[in-house]
């Protein structure tokens, strides 16, 4: 007689069972035939409107568009390395000044964080460049700066506020000031929890430099509007998004991709891993201990 024992539960969810996997197995089918039929619809439109046509795809050929588009691109790429960098820094200097113990640091370091986490990168952005009469590159830099570093400042205080009391009383056992505690004790351990969080701000602020073609700088997004603009090329609108859009969204997936990579290899770093202790053994005595 063969006896069918059940699923045994789990600590989230109980094992679905035959009939509720035909059911999602259904649901799978059907969602699937949904995304199919939205996609060829789409595709459909593209085509009906004539959006594959060779008169929208020719300026892609030219030595000069290419060479507008790959300025733009190193632009976009310029313009990101200063601000991701620039950001980490402030971040960093605005969390100590939010973990300091002075009073004034505390309440100014605050005070500059909040009102720069509330006002709108945009707003930012044009006001350093009209108000202040900026050039663009550092109207755009100053703006996306200020904003994510605001943003970053709360993650690593937030991050070193996290790790283990134990940690923070241990160094101070051994003498350690609290500036060497931040640095050698609570920061190391905090990067590596808040290193997703990190780099998905970096996204956010790689994504952000496309408000510089507002301001007349010269990035990605602009060179692609002063193509798709171009009354000579029948205004190539859609097959200007489909060549910038896949480059945004690759270049936003390589730096996720990336995090990933050092993650992974803070994890296989042997300075990272437990080290193994021995057993303490019957009889053995503290020293002076008799």
Known sequence: MTTHTAPSPTALYDIPGPVTRKRH????????????????????????TEQFTSAKWTPFEYKGIQELLLRGLGNTLKAFAYAAVLSLVLGAV?????????????????????????????????????????????????????????????????????????QREA?????????????????????????????????????????????????????????????????????VVMVISPIYIGMCMLLSWFATWVAKRERRNPKTKAVEVAPAEPGTLLPGVQ
């Open 94 to 166: 605005l969390a100590v000044g939010r973990l300091s113990d002075h009073r004034v640091v505390r309440w100014v370091s605050t005070l500059l964080v909040e009102f720069f986490r509330a006002m709108p990168v945009l707003v930012m952005i044009f006001f350093i460049f009209v108000a202040l009469k900026v050039q663009p590159l550092p109207a755009l830099v100053t703006g996306l700066t200020l904003y994510n570093g605001s943003v970053l400042a709360e993650v690593f205080r937030t991050g070193i506020n996290s790790v283990e009391r134990g």
């Open 171 to 239: 160094a101070y056992a051994l003498g350690m000031r609290k500036t060497q505690v931040t640095t050698f004790v609570l920061a190391p351990q905090a990067v590596r929890a808040m290193l997703p969080t990190i780099i998905s701000q970096l996204v956010v602020a790689l994504k952000d430099t496309s408000l510089g073609y507002l301001i007349t700088y010269e990035e990605f997004l602009h060179a692609g509007k002063l193509i798709a603009s171009n009354l000579d090329y029948d205004l190539p609108f859609i097959p």
């Open 25 to 48: 197995r259904l649901y799978g089918i059907v969602s699937t035939v949904l995304i199919l039929a939205l996609v060829g619809w789409v595709i459909h439109l593209l085509f009906d």
